[in-house]
T-cell receptor
C-alpha cells in the first residue's frame, strides 16, 4: 500500500511569491492534516481537512490556506511568502478525524530567499 | 505554553548504553503516541498507549503511560546508531488536533 506522497520535495521561492504544496494521502484515508516544522518552533499544526471540509485550523495567518479534493488529495497554499515561512511542511493522513494514528509524508522543504 | 513538555531536549550516548526520554503534561489524555523522525523524513509512528499504567515493548524500546495519563516515558535498552533520531510525543487535544511536543534529539555514536 503506497504511503503519503508529498510534492515537490524541495522548493526555493522569493519573498512575496506564492507557493502550492500537494499531498496524496494513503488510499482510503479521508483526513489530511498539515504541519509546519522549524528548528525553533517544532511541529506546528496548520489545518486539517476531512471530506473536503476544513475541520480544524491552527494559529497561522490567513496567508496560509488549504483545500481537499473529492479524492482526498490536499493542497496547501502560502501567499506573499516571508523569510520566516522557510520550513519543512509535513502532511499526514489518517482514517478518522481524531488523528489517533497519523501517517506522515516525507515533507516539502521550502526555502524563501 | 506547550501542551506537552519533552525532556531532555538533546541526548548523546554511546552505543550499548541505555536512555530514557520523558513527555509530561498537566492535562489528562485518552491516549498518547510516540513518533521517531529521521533527518529529511516525516515522523513515523512507533506506538500508541491508551491505558493508565500501560507498558508496551517494541524490541529494545519500552513505552510507559503514567497511571494518571498525564505523562509518558520511552526507554531504549542497549542503544544502537540506528536509534538516532528525533523522538516526538503527541496527543489529540480537546479540539481533535494532533499536537506534538518539541521532541528529544537522540544521537547514538558507535
Amino acid at each position: 500500500k503506497a504511503g503519503v506522497t508529498q510534492t515537490p520535495r524541495y522548493l526555493i521561492k522569493t519573498r512575496g511569491q506564492q507557493v502550492t504544496l500537494s499531498c496524496s494521502p494513503i488510499s482510503g484515508h479521508r483526513s489530511v492534516s498539515w504541519y509546519q516544522q522549524t528548528p525553533g518552533q517544532g511541529l506546528q499544526f496548520l489545518f486539517e481537512y476531512f471530506s473536503e471540509t476544513q475541520r480544524n485550523k491552527g494559529n497561522f495567518p490567513g496567508r496560509f490556506s488549504g483545500r481537499q479534493f473529492s479524492n482526498s488529495r490536499s493542497e496547501m497554499n502560502v501567499s506573499t511568502l516571508e523569510l520566516g515561512d522557510s520550513a519543512l511542511y509535513l502532511c499526514a493522513s489518517s482514517l478518522t478525524t481524531m488523528n489517533t494514528e497519523a501517517f506522515f509524508g516525507q515533507g516539502t522543504r521550502l526555502t524563501v530567499v | 505554553t506547550q501542551l506537552l513538555e519533552q525532556s531532555p531536549q538533546f541526548l548523546s550516548i554511546q552505543e550499548g548504553e541505555n536512555l530514557t526520554v520523558y513527555c509530561n503534561s498537566s492535562s489528562v489524555f485518552s491516549s498518547l503516541q510516540w513518533y521517531r523522525q529521521e533527518p529529511g523524513e516525516g515522523p513515523v509512528l512507533l506506538v500508541t498507549v491508551v491505558t493508565g499504567g500501560e507498558v508496551k515493548k517494541l524490541k529494545r524500546l519500552t513505552f510507559q503511560f503514567g497511571d494518571a495519563r498525564k505523562d509518558s516515558s520511552l526507554h531504549i535498552t542497549a542503544a544502537q546508531p540506528g536509534d538516532t533520531g528525533l523522538y516526538l510525543c503527541a496527543v489529540t487535544d480537546s479540539w481533535g488536533k494532533l499536537q506534538f511536543g518539541a521532541g528529544t534529539q537522540v544521537v547514538v555514536t558507535p
